[in-house]
Nanobody, 123 residues
Framework: QVQLVESGGGLVQAGGSLRLSCVGSGRTFSTYTVGWFRQAPGKEREFVAAIRRLVGITDYVDSVKGRFTISEDNTKNTVYLQMNSLKPEDTASYYC????????????????WGQGIQVTVSS
């Protein structure tokens, strides 16, 4: 298991940007697939993006393609989610998660979770 801590959320106007950070600890963190999920009030948790660190492949939900970018800095044990052109519908609690599964995007495949961080986009 790895431990994950998110930071970087907040309130931003529509069209603005935020960068979320996920710092991981544990000897095997560099081999994990790291994903970002989000959950809005009254809605199910939704996959947003993932980076498959063993093979350097990224994946996004269609609604954020071209606006969000997931990246990593191995020297800092950190995975980032750069969010540009934010929309009110991006408002949610965002969660960083880790998985030993290389290609699964389902939340059930992720065994380590951060505490979540709020992102609010005003119109």
């Amino acid at each position: 298991q790895v431990q994950l801590v998110e930071s970087g959320g907040g309130l931003v106007q529509a069209g603005g940007s935020l960068r979320l950070s996920c710092v991981g600890s544990g000897r095997t963190f560099s081999t994990y697939t790291v994903g970002w999920f989000r959950q809005a009030p009254g809605k199910e948790r939704e996959f947003v993006a993932a980076i498959r660190r063993l093979v350097g492949i990224t994946d996004y939900v269609d609604s954020v393609k071209g606006r969000f970018t997931i990246s990593e800095d191995n020297t800092k044990n950190t995975v980032y989610l750069q969010m540009n052109s934010l929309k009110p519908e991006d408002t949610a609690s965002y969660y960083c998660a880790g998985s030993r599964n290389l290609y699964c995007n389902s939340a059930s495949c992720f065994t380590s979770w951060g505490q979540g961080i709020q992102v609010t986009v005003s119109s």
